[in-house]
């Protein structure tokens, strides 16, 4: 009889330090996994942080960009108007040497009229 409690004293202390190790492992494992949540937990709060931060870039860069057109637009628009400028004074410039070249023209015909004019007399 003493040699029966004696084992289930043995299977007992067995088993209680059985549960004692699988309490242990259990523990340890709630520890690893608090500590991962928490490592996870940060991780996910410095992405958020970089989403903000990378959503001010992006409105600063879309501003930048939609800035920079519109003065694309107005420096086309300005080309234009000089284009269209200078073709004009060109066709002006134009218009004047050929007038110019028949008002040479007519001042040798007086010159030479008022020479023949004067070898007559």
Same mark, same amino acid.
Request: hydrophobic fraction near 35%.
């Given at each position: ?42 991780e996910i709060t410095a992405l958020e ?13 879309? %501003? ?13 628009? $300005? /080309?234009? +108007?000089?284009? *269209?400028?200078?073709r004009s004074a060109l066709d002006k %410039?134009e218009e004047l040497e050929v007038s ?7 001042? $040798? /015909?007086? +010159?030479?009229? *008022? ?7």
């Open positions: 009889m003493e040699n029966t409690q004696s084992e289930d004293e043995v299977l007992e202390n067995g088993t209680d330090m059985h549960m004692i190790d699988l309490q242990r492992d259990a523990n340890r494992q709630i520890s690893d996994l608090k500590f991962k949540l928490a490592k996870s937990e940060q942080q970089n989403v903000i931060r990378l959503e001010g870039q992006v409105a600063r860069y879309k %501003t930048a960009a939609e800035n920079a057109e519109r003065v694309e637009d107005e420096l086309k628009a $300005e /080309k234009r +108007k000089l284009q *269209r400028e200078l %410039t110019n070249g028949h008002l040479v023209k007519r001042l $040798e /015909k007086m +010159k030479a009229n *008022r020479s023949a004019l004067l070898s007559q007399q």
